[in-house]
């Protein structure tokens, strides 16, 4: 049986960046986070062997990442080799694989934040022209 790509959530933060693996009820879950790299592989309950290998817009700290599964999907979390500095993108190369999308829920656009604290908060309607004030002026 072919191997598939698992449908990929990433988000952005100053800290850490975030990808989200949406594979329900995995099994064989492997995780090996490089500091350059990212390659992940599991298993459903159908049997269905999901694989994804991501060449990272930047360095992260290999030793100070980790993941974490759960029923729904498994999340890792990686630390950034330079803080505070925003990727515009996953991966290295300037293109989106099909399979990889913004997760839109947890997105923050935190550049220029001094406060250090992260708070979710849902990101506006559609066509509303809203966007945060600048401090910058």
């Known amino acids: 049986m072919a191997r598939q790509h698992a449908k990929t959530l990433w988000y952005d933060r100053p800290r850490y960046v975030f990808l989200e693996f949406c594979v329900e009820d995995s099994t064989d879950v492997q995780v090996v986070i490089e500091d350059h790299r990212l390659v992940f592989s599991c298993k459903n309950t159908d049997g269905v062997e999901f694989y994804n290998e991501i060449n ?18 498994i999340t890792c979390f990686m630390r950034k080799w330079k803080e505070k500095v925003a990727w515009p993108r996953i991966t290295k190369e300037n293109i989106k694989p099909a399979w990889l999308s913004v997760d839109f829920d947890n997105w923050r656009d935190w550049e220029g934040d001094e406060e250090g604290t992260f708070v979710p908060h849902p990101a506006p309607a559609e066509g509303d022209g809203q966007s945060p004030p600048s401090d910058h002026g």
């Open 56 to 73: 990272l817009y930047a360095r992260v700290n290999s030793k100070d990442s980790r993941e974490k599964r759960s029923d729904r999907s």
